[in-house]
């Protein structure tokens, strides 16, 4: 039953709604546009807020999704329902459905850590959306996210195998997010409303 609950979160999570959505407002690969990420950001910058929102939103929820598979499926097994939390992300990054070419999981990631320990991932949210206010950078959120969560986890005296969870969705985050960083570091990383280079630029890609 476990398996089954891994594979089944894996599938939820493989399911790209910022490409479904692109394909059915406006006949268009997501992929093939503005900076060629499948995730709400570039939704955002192609398609507008609305769009964005709701992908934003079923992205969180499939993580919440895939937790909830884990955990009923197993009787409330941590190490099986932190496991089902992680392959959804993974599904969201390299989905089956996709030739496995998907985002870079971090509305997934929410949805999971929110659902796993909700505190720690709330602070560190309110910390990412800060930075995303005054800076205008959603990849820095992003990342103060992800490496701010375990972070939190240690300082609410989370339990030792979700703060190790949380450490590899870290690293699976900000190795996604790794061009986002070099150009975060050079000054080159674009803003929230500055526009998007073509999809199959040579310029670096942001989510």
């Not at 895939?66 to 969201?92: K, M, N, P, R």
């Not at 703060?163 to 996604?176: K, M």
Request: proline share 3%; charged share 15%.
């Amino acid at each position: 039953m476990s398996v089954l609950s891994w594979v089944m979160a894996y599938l939820l999570g493989s399911i790209s709604f910022s490409y479904l959505i692109a394909k059915k407002i406006a006949r268009i690969d997501i992929r093939e546009h503005g900076s060629g990420n499948a995730g709400a950001t570039n939704t955002l910058r192609v398609l507008g807020k609305g769009p964005a929102i709701l992908v934003l939103a079923l992205d969180i929820f499939k993580g919440m999704a895939a937790v909830g598979v884990g955990y009923w499926f197993s009787g409330g097994d941590t190490e099986v329902t932190l496991v089902a939390g992680a392959l959804a992300i993974i599904g969201h990054n390299w989905p089956i459905y996709f030739r496995f070419k998907g985002g870079k999981g971090i509305a997934t990631t929410i949805g999971v850590m929110a659902t796993v320990a909700f505190f720690p991932a709330l602070y560190a949210g309110i910390i990412a959306i800060l930075s995303i206010v005054l800076t205008r950078y959603v990849s820095l959120g992003s990342l103060i996210f992800v490496s701010g969560t375990p972070i939190m986890m240690l300082w609410t005296g989370e339990s030792f195998s979700h703060i190790i969870f949380a450490l590899f969705v870290a690293i699976l985050g900000i190795t996604r997010h790794y061009k986002n960083l070099i150009n975060l570091i050079k000054g080159k990383e674009r803003k929230i409303g500055e526009p998007s280079p073509p999809a199959h630029s040579q310029q670096q890609r942001s989510e």
